[in-house]
């Protein structure tokens, strides 16, 4: 059975910084796992993300994907940072989500920002949110500013050291271990 790990992106800019490291960070794990590798942004959920009250208010491809999130072997989310944490519609869709549906997935943490400043988001919003699903946060998240990306994708060294230290610490026994399906 070959892993699946998808990455998913609280952005609903195109380009998108977010959505670019998220592509590479979940790209470099898929690399290092052998895993197959999908990812997805908010944009991809609209419009009907905005209004849905529940799952079963999504259809087609946004449930699509919120299927492949909650039944992939391990995750790579991301955010902007808005206001000093995580955009509004990304808490929308975990607020849909079971408490149960990620227990015990191995989740690589990750966000963007204009600046240092809020670099610690990563620690104080989206760490405790995911502790809340009772997943398997990664020790290292992965936080980039602006100024660490050339042409919209990450590029200082810095950053792409911090990204495969991220990455090496996914749990190499992945494949043993029972993964959520509800959605
Ligand atoms: C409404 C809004 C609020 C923002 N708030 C912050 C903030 O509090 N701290 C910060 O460092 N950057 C902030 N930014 C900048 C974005 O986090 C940054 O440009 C991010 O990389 C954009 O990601 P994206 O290209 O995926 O949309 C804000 C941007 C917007 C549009």
Redo the contacts with the bound molecule.
Sequence with gaps: MTLRIVGF?G???R??????LVDLVTAKAAARLGATAATYDLTDLQPALVTAQALDDLEGLPRAIVASILSADALVVGS??????YTGLFKHLFDLIDPAALAGKPVLLTA???????ALVIEHQLRPLFGFFEAVTLPTGVY???AEFSDGVPASPALLTRIDRAVSQFPKDLLHRPTSTAA
């Excluded at 380009?15 to 670019?20: H, M």
């Excluded at 902007?80 to 944490?85: E, W």
């Excluded at 963007?112 to 809020?118: A, E, I, L, Q, Y």
């Design positions: 992106a952005s609903l800019s380009p998108s910084k977010t959505r670019a902007p940072v808005y206001k000093g944490s963007t920002g204009g600046g240092d400043k809020h980039a500013s602006g």
